[in-house]
């Protein structure tokens, strides 16, 4: 599993080892209760780690969410690289949104998603992968790109497809393209708690409607 890390330090692949076993031990127990009723005393009892090595990795257990939104962000990034140029801006977001939705790993990304939005903020995220984690993670990403990865967010993700959007006449809403990133993190959030109250509307058709019309 981490034989690609085979020409890093040790260090270098403990500290990997180290982080994706605590991601791990959490992605475990996030089958059985939500994250916040989940204790870093039952982590390190999964994880099999003290403590005190816990939080030589993680400060608190909330910013293992934000390790995983790197993770989560980049994944993101690759895959709308993928992207055929011209696919429709409505398909292209209610795809982001499937994938935030649908999400196996992290379950109630959402949830933890809008938390993070209010007490954090996509450019508090402090978690930054080291390069034996690029490596580990996402091979085929090259060096010199490793710093603008660190730095993406779903909010520079979403400014970019707006601003593609509005040169196509897609989104004619009078606004600065960073307003229209902030809307688009709301629609996906309103769109999600919605369905929940009720699940017999589309409300992304809804809330996407009031954004383009």
């Known amino acids: 599993m981490y034989e690609v890390l085979s020409h890093f330090t040790l260090r270098k692949i403990n500290f990997v080892k180290t982080r ?3 991601l791990n031990s959490v992605k ?24 005190g090595t816990f939080f030589n990795y993680f400060s608190t257990k909330e910013h293992i969410f934000n390790y995983f939104l790197r993770i ?3 994944s993101l990034a690759l895959k709308i690289q993928k992207w055929d140029d011209n696919q429709a801006f409505k398909s292209k977001i209610q795809q982001i949104y499937t ?4 999400e196996k790993e992290y379950p109630k990304f959402l949830d933890s998603y809008s938390s993070f939005l209010l007490s954090v903020g996509e450019e508090g995220n402090e978690m930054k992968l080291t390069d034996a984690e690029f490596v580990f993670f996402f091979p085929d990403i090259k060096e010199a790109e490793y710093d603008n990865f660190n730095n993406l967010t779903f909010q520079k993700l979403f400014e970019k497809l707006c601003e593609s959007a ?10 600065s393209i960073e307003e229209l990133g902030n809307i688009i993190s709301g ?3 309103s769109s999600y708690l919605t ?4 699940d017999t509307v589309n409300h992304f058709d809804i809330f996407y ?5």
Do not use: G, M, P
């Open 20 to 22: 994706t076993t605590i």
């Open 28 to 51: 475990y127990l996030l089958k059985q209760k939500d994250f916040s009723d989940i204790t870093v005393d039952e982590i390190c009892q999964k994880a099999q780690i003290s403590r």
């Open 72 to 74: 989560f962000t980049i």
């Open 99 to 102: 994938w935030c939705k649908e």
């Open 166 to 175: 509005k040169e196509k006449n897609e989104i004619t809403f009078n606004t």
């Open 187 to 189: 629609i996906l959030i």
């Open 195 to 198: 369905d929940h109250l009720n």
């Open 209 to 213: 409607n009031i954004l383009t019309q």
